[in-house]
């Protein structure tokens, strides 16, 4: 009789993990992965909005080998239009520094314009590597890991859009030239 409760509890057991797998994997919504080979690529448009924000003198007077990494997630409604910006909290404490987040910087994104049929109606997720280009080394080893251990973007779960994952980008910073 033991082992018959045993098997049963066993057996219902596994039924329940079975059907609490399927479930979520119906709610998840597919990643895809963007290279840059578009016609239009959509990072420089990001890049050049983002860099009236970065602070140029902070991250020249950063030490040599020192390297930092954000990503930004964009939410594209069906009409190109740009209508929630998403940074990761993490991110944002350890790039404060260079980049200044603010609504005039979430109010520029929202601004943009998305004319690509790829990118309506989707989530756009990139990243961005701060980085001098004579640089062989990461310097700033523990900042770079809890960059990365925080990239992606905290979205909004209620939006529920395919993800596109934008190819990153190493920008290259030089020193000014006096």
């Not at 045993?6 to 059907?19: A, D, E, R, Y």
């Not at 404490?93 to 910087?105: G, M, P, Q, Y």
């Amino acid at each position: 009789m033991k082992r018959i409760i045993i098997c049963i509890c066993f057996l219902l057991s596994f039924v329940n993990i079975c059907f609490s797998q399927q479930s979520n994997m119906d709610e998840s919504m597919p990643i895809s992965i963007i290279s840059s080979k578009q016609k239009e690529d959509i990072r420089i448009s990001i890049l050049k909005r983002l860099d009236k924000y970065i602070k140029s003198k902070t991250l020249f007077s950063k030490p040599k080998n020192s390297v930092f990494l954000f990503s930004l997630g964009l939410s594209v409604d069906s009409l190109g239009n740009v209508d929630n910006v998403f940074f990761s909290n993490d991110s944002l404490r350890n790039t404060s520094e260079i980049l200044v987040v603010n609504d005039n910087l979430i109010g520029d994104l929202k601004k943009m314009q998305v004319d690509n049929l790829v990118y309506k109606n989707k989530i756009l997720i990139f990243s961005v590597l701060f980085k001098r280009p004579e640089d062989d080394k990461i310097s700033n080893f523990n900042e770079f890991l809890t960059s990365f251990s925080s990239l992606w973007p905290a979205i909004n779960p209620n939006i529920k859009r395919e993800v596109l994952l934008l190819q990153p980008f190493i920008n290259d910073f030089f020193d000014p030239v006096n």
